[in-house]
């Protein structure tokens, strides 16, 4: 019975790391969190059976945390410059706050000092950053 134990330690020690990992704040978090509880319970549960020597069993289960934990790992692409097509030039030139007659270099120069301050990694929203970053592309591209 101790090897059950070791075993649903292991189990139960991947889903805190796999957990602790979750740092993506997509609208699937949820999904990810709930896929990787059920699959660690699935493969707890499929060594216990296997300890019984259910074997049928333990393989449909562990079956099913793989399933589980490869399915919560896909993501879906992300349009990249959908946002940045939407934005109109005026609307970008506000949103970094440079002027017409701003040249390529003071475009970029606007885009580091703002992002440097709105990037999520340093307390800015993710939300503001996307919007710098579609501003920058809007400018650059036209």
Same mark, same amino acid.
């Given at each position: ?44 549960? !499929?060594?216990? $059976? %296997?300890? *019984?020597?259910?074997?049928?069993? @333990? ?8 399933? /589980? #934990? ?35 270099? !003071?475009?970029? $120069? %606007?885009? *580091?000092?703002?992002?440097?301050? @709105? ?8 939300? /503001? #950053? ?13």
């Amino acid at each position: 019975m101790s090897l059950a134990w070791i075993i649903l330690g292991a189990v139960g020690l991947w889903a805190l790391i796999r957990l602790g990992r979750q740092a993506d704040h997509t609208s699937k978090v949820q999904w990810r969190v709930t896929a990787t509880i059920f699959a660690a319970a699935c493969w707890g549960g !499929a060594a216990l $059976a %296997a300890l *019984r020597g259910a074997w049928l069993f @333990a393989v449909a289960l562990a079956a099913a945390g793989v399933w /589980l #934990a490869l399915s919560s790992r896909q993501r879906e692409p992300r349009p990249r410059n959908a946002a940045a097509e939407a934005m109109s030039v005026a609307e970008a030139r506000r949103t970094l706050g440079v002027s017409e007659t701003d040249d390529r270099q !003071a475009i970029q $120069a %606007a885009y *580091r000092r703002l992002m440097a301050r @709105a990037h999520p990694d340093k307390g800015g929203s993710q939300g /503001l #950053a996307e919007r710098l970053n579609a501003a920058r592309d809007r400018l650059l591209k036209s």
